[in-house]
């Protein structure tokens, strides 16, 4: 089955400093998605995306948060200036239009913010 | 605003015994559930989902999930467990067809013991 890849698995930041997480979804997928699980915490919707633009966003994605394609293959999170409360399991997740409910998810970058 | 509630975050239970994770649902209009598994080292897959259709859900792996709208609930059942089920569960709502914002439960770790 096609997976979602997700680089790096593990990311290790100085506070302050910007972080660039990668996605690859699915190739013939539309819609884009990040999650995050702080350490003990629930997993939480971050933001989605579609035709180029924002979708949807939570109210952790503030402004030091951004999103972009930058060409047919990548999705990428930016955290412009990071924080110790940054610091969590960052999943991508891509969905198929014809095929709605299902997301399809990667294995995840755990961003540690030092 | 929806919540999702997932009763022990860690279960454990024999091969061959029935597993039961528990979730229950807040949602103020009808609800979309799904159930996802995190193997290690891997992203969420999704198990099976409720869009409304049959209470009875049947999905991957031996697993189904009966909607009860009196109860709030989406438990997860197994009959037979297997080694290889060990893994974290996750219960999801959204209240959007598509899936375009999941909440999440806390998750629950299922241990087999031999």
């Known amino acids: 089955e096609p997976e979602v890849t997700q680089t790096p698995s593990h990311q290790v930041t100085q506070m302050g400093q910007e972080v660039i997480l990668r996605c690859v979804p699915i190739?013939?997928?539309?819609?884009f998605y990040w999650y995050r699980q702080i350490l003990g915490q629930k997993v939480e919707f971050l933001v989605s995306?579609?035709?180029?633009?924002?979708?949807?966003k939570s109210e952790i994605f503030d402004d030091q948060f951004s999103v972009e394609r930058p060409d047919g293959s990548n999705f990428t999170l930016k955290i412009r200036s990071t924080k110790l409360e940054d610091s969590a399991m960052y999943f991508c997740?891509?969905?198929?239009?014809?095929?709605?409910?299902?997301?399809?998810f990667g294995s995840g970058t755990q961003l540690s913010v030092l | 605003a929806q919540s999702v509630t997932q009763l022990g975050s860690h279960v454990s239970v024999s091969e061959g015994a029935l597993v039961l994770l528990r979730c229950n649902y807040s949602?103020?209009?009808?609800?979309?559930l799904f159930w996802y598994v995190q193997y290690p080292n891997q992203g969420l897959q999704l198990l099976l989902k409720?869009?409304?259709?049959?209470?009875l859900v049947k999905g991957i792996n031996g697993f189904e999930a009966e909607f009860k709208k009196s109860e709030t609930s989406f438990h997860l059942t197994k009959p037979s467990a297997h080694m290889s089920d060990a893994a974290e569960y996750f219960c999801?709502?959204?209240?959007?067809?598509?899936?375009?914002?999941?909440?999440f439960g806390q998750g629950t770790r299922l241990t087999i013991n031999p």
């Open positions: 997740a891509s969905r198929d239009a014809d095929r709605d409910e299902k997301l399809f």
């Open positions: 190739s013939n997928h539309l819609y």
């Open positions: 409720y869009t409304s259709a049959a209470t």
């Open positions: 995306f579609y035709n180029n633009e924002i979708s949807e």
């Open positions: 999801a709502v959204s209240d959007q067809w598509g899936a375009q914002k999941l909440v």
């Open positions: 949602s103020s209009v009808p609800p979309y």
